[in-house]
């Protein structure tokens, strides 16, 4: 399910370098699949009015109740901490 997650991710963002996929123990014997992006990935992850997260959803969700296991998806964003020594912009 991690591996789907990530694969939908990175061909939707355009940057798939900045997309991580973790999996934590859920509520209910649950496997909570965090997916987090940066934000310049987050709109098109998300799509108009959300169906591209809708849909990474409910596939993920699929795969895990085809291996008789439950899992949710959650996205969150991704804060990627940049060096300021290392800046192109030299201002």
């Known amino acids: ?16 370098e900045d997309i991580l996929v973790e999996e934590r123990p859920g509520p ?5 699949i ?3 992006a940066s934000a310049a990935n ?10 591209n ?4 959803r409910a596939l993920v969700s699929q795969a895990a ?5 439950n ?6 964003n991704l804060i990627i901490h940049e060096d300021p020594l290392f800046r192109d912009d030299p201002f």
């Open 42 to 51: 987050l709109p098109f992850l998300i799509g108009r009015g959300g169906r």
């Open 1 to 16: 399910m991690i591996r789907l997650a990530q694969y939908l991710a990175e061909g939707m963002s355009p940057h798939p």
């Open 71 to 76: 899992a949710v998806l959650r996205l969150e």
């Open 34 to 36: 965090v997916l987090s």
């Open 65 to 69: 109740r085809a291996r008789g296991r």
């Open 53 to 56: 997260i809708r849909a990474i």
């Open 28 to 32: 209910d014997d649950a496997s909570e």
